[in-house]
């Protein structure tokens, strides 16, 4: 089980993921590419692809979690 990941980095990317849902992919590229955020996930030892692979996974299942409680909402 991969460490958990230090919480300036999960603070950092998440202040800078855009509100705007429809660009989200284009975004997490740019951040993760981008060379500060990178310093600082190798200062803490954190693997890019399994970061990567964890957001998605958190935004699928939110994007789910959304559409239920979309289904579910009283006139």
Not at 20 to 43: F, G, T, W, Y
Not at 47 to 53: C, K, V, Y
């Amino acid at each position: 089980m991969p460490a958990p990941l230090p919480q300036l980095v999960v603070l950092a990317i998440l202040a800078l993921l855009p509100m705007n849902h429809s660009c989200r992919e284009a975004i997490l590229k740019e951040i993760l590419s981008d060379p500060v955020v990178q310093a600082v996930m190798e200062a803490d030892g954190v693997d890019p692809g399994e970061l990567e692979a964890m957001l998605r996974q958190v935004a699928l299942r939110l994007s789910i979690a959304r559409r239920r409680s979309e289904d579910f909402e009283p006139d």
